[in-house]
């Protein structure tokens, strides 16, 4: 079975909350979790709650990661969203669970955009062709 894509849904509990409180330490994780699985960032974004709480996400050529805190939790939401197979997403989410000092984190996997059931491998990018007969 093969997926256009792969949605980590990251569950970071028992983390360090000063991290988590950061928006320095929250932008520099995502960022640098990007890079360690080698995406293409593209744009980054984020956004400090008062009073506490951060948002944001880093968009990649090949999808995005996106974070939720709540420090007053000691818990963070991340989801990491990467098409093809190029970019290991499970690299992301280790480089995160360190990084926020997770001593209890979880991982769900869900296949995204599974077209086909066969032994056919999906480009990630429609060719032209493809698009002039739709």
Known sequence: MYALGTH???ELRDCNPAILKSLEEVRDALVSAAKEAKATIID?????????????????AESHLSIH???????????????????????????????????????????????SHENVKLPHKVGES?????
Not at 44 to 51: D, K, L, Q, R
Not at 70 to 96: H, M, N, Q, R
């Open 8 to 10: 980590l849904l990251v």
């Open 44 to 60: 980054i974004s984020f956004h400090e709650f008062n009073p506490f709480g951060i948002s944001g996400m880093v968009v990649i």
């Open 69 to 115: 805190t709540w420090p007053e939790y000691c818990y963070a939401a991340v989801d990491i969203f990467t098409c093809g197979d190029v970019i290991k997403p499970e690299v992301a989410a280790a480089s995160l669970i360190e990084r926020f000092e997770s001593k209890n984190p979880s991982l769900v996997e869900i296949k995204r955009g599974i077209l």
């Open 130 to 134: 493809a698009l002039q007969t739709a």
